[in-house]
């Protein structure tokens, strides 16, 4: 079947350090992969997403993904987080031309 | 600044009542999905229109969901009779077009609690 499994559900990390997101893929899922981010209250924002060429993606607000094939994966990082990244993070995957699937989310919690 | 709104923000309704939610997608934009987020299903896709056309409502209990578009600046959602398990953050969200090119753009959601 076809899906994306967050490998973390909670993520607490200090100001300024680096974080990274785990994200992976089943193989039969098309290359189409998301990350959004939903702040408290809020709906989803698009952060990247990797269509094809360069493996690495850079996104907004600093955020960046690598998409691995031979791993399956789709991990996203920030080297250096804020207390306003304080959020929950959602891998997706185009399903067909429209349809969205999203993981179960990670939440990070940045602390000062 | 171009956004989609949800209406209302929050709702809490007695069970068996009737629900509806109202979405106003970006201006000039061609589709338009419903999406329910709850903390065991997570995020589902219900609807999905294009130039207000039902393409694909899969996802949604038929009996008492239904989703329209009644013009290219609504969509609506409704429930009737609600039920508690209904209770959900419902999504709306806008795009131009589709396929991996385009971003679909959310609302803030309308809370709804069927108590």
């Known amino acids: 079947a076809q899906s994306v499994t967050q490998l973390d559900s909670q993520v607490p990390v200090f100001e300024e350090a680096p974080v990274e997101l785990r994200c992976n893929y089943s193989s039969s899922v098309s290359v189409y992969l998301f990350w959004y981010v939903q702040y408290p209250n809020q709906g989803l924002q698009l952060l990247l997403k990797?269509?094809?060429?360069?493996?690495l993606v850079k996104g907004i607000n600093g955020f960046e993904a690598e998409f691995n094939k031979s791993q399956t994966s789709f991990h996203l990082r920030k080297p250096s987080v804020h207390i306003s990244d304080t959020a929950e993070y959602f891998c997706?995957?185009?399903?067909?031309?429209?349809?969205?699937?999203f993981g179960a989310g990670t939440t990070v919690t940045v602390r000062a | 600044d171009a956004r989609v709104t949800q209406t209302p923000r929050d709702k809490v309704t007695e069970m068996g009542q009737e629900v509806t939610m109202r979405c106003q997608p970006i201006l000039g934009h061609n589709t338009v999905f419903w999406y329910r987020q709850t903390m065991m299903q997570g995020l589902e896709l219900l609807a999905y229109?294009?130039?207000?056309?039902?393409?694909?409502d899969s996802g949604m209990p038929k009996d008492r969901f239904s989703a329209e578009m009644p013009d290219a600046t609504l969509a609506t959602l409704k429930i009737q009779p609600s039920e508690p398990r209904d209770s959900a953050v419902y999504f709306c969200?806008?795009?131009?077009?589709?396929?991996?090119?385009?971003?679909?753009?959310f609302g803030q959601g309308t809370r709804l609690t069927v108590v």
């Open positions: 969200a806008s795009a131009q077009g589709t396929g991996g090119n385009t971003e679909a753009f």
């Open positions: 997706a995957f185009l399903q067909g031309d429209y349809k969205l699937s």
């Open positions: 229109f294009r130039n207000r056309a039902p393409l694909d």
């Open positions: 990797y269509l094809s060429g360069s493996t």
